[in-house]
């Protein structure tokens, strides 16, 4: 779809108000092929992709966003080599030991860090409660998986002695059950499939996969994802306005 001259030429922090654009998601993919073309290891991708994150988080509190989701680590990704799982513990343990320093950031981790380590499940629990309540809300997916996600939920009202569930029942019990749904998920690396991200939230999201690998993705690539997210239309099952006032205007002839 193409972008109208009048979307590009509004400053994106208006477009991000106009669009209701409040939750942002990324898959952030790329980084072992990053390195790759490099001729470097992969944790050596998966350092720089780190830092860039760091770069994209403030940019959406900038621009005017409530809330971020990114996913950093799947449960499936325990089956990678262990130098690089490791390496991936450490880039988490010394992200939190600087996260502390950000002011008007919550953060959050969601999924199961705690299986991963003593000192994973208390680092990532005193960054929590250390940053409650703060404007600005970052969910980490660390150990996250969006079918275990759905089953926690299940298995929680079924401990409640629930017997049927409605949808804002499992809602109500998901990690992210004080953020809103997300708008928009920004896969990057060429990929075209979630991965078992956020599969309950995303069910109205938008989606934009760009062929950008994570450590060379931009601000200026929010503001295109941004702006594309501007220029579509949100139905949610029903019809757009425009849509709606022509049915109107059909009905009353």
Not at 28 to 36: F, S, T, V
Not at 165 to 183: F, Q
Request: some cysteine; proline content about 3%; charged content about 30%.
């Amino acid at each position: 779809m193409a972008i109208s001259r009048e979307i590009n030429s509004t400053p994106v922090t208006e477009l991000v108000k106009q669009s209701r654009l409040r939750h942002i998601a990324f898959i952030m993919d790329g980084n072992g092929r990053w390195a790759k073309k490099r001729m470097l290891p992969r944790e050596a991708g998966h350092k720089v992709g780190a830092d860039n994150f760091k770069t994209i988080v403030r940019y959406c509190k900038k621009i005017g966003m409530e809330c971020c989701t990114v996913y950093a680590f799947s449960t499936e990704n325990i089956k990678r080599p262990k130098r690089e799982v490791e390496a991936l513990f450490r880039l988490l343990i010394s992200f939190i030991e600087e996260a502390g320093e950000e002011e008007d950031i919550e953060f959050r981790f969601i999924g199961e860090p705690g299986q991963l380590g003593e000192t994973i499940g208390r680092r990532t629990k005193e960054l929590e409660d250390e940053t409650r309540g703060r404007p600005y809300r970052l969910n980490i997916a660390f150990n996250y998986g969006g079918r275990a996600e759905i089953v926690r939920a299940v298995n929680r009202l079924l401990a409640e002695g629930k017997t049927a569930v409605t949808e804002e029942d499992i809602s109500a019990n998901l990690y992210t059950n004080e953020c809103p749904d997300p708008d928009l998920i920004v896969r990057t690396g060429a990929e075209m499939r979630i991965s078992n991200f956020m599969l309950w939230q995303a069910a109205y999201a938008e989606f934009y996969f760009t062929d950008r690998l994570w450590p060379d993705y931009t601000t200026a690539d929010v503001d295109e994802a941004v702006r594309v997210f501007a220029s579509r239309s949100r139905r949610f099952g029903g019809l757009d306005r425009n849509e709606a006032a022509s049915q109107g205007e059909q009905e009353g002839t």
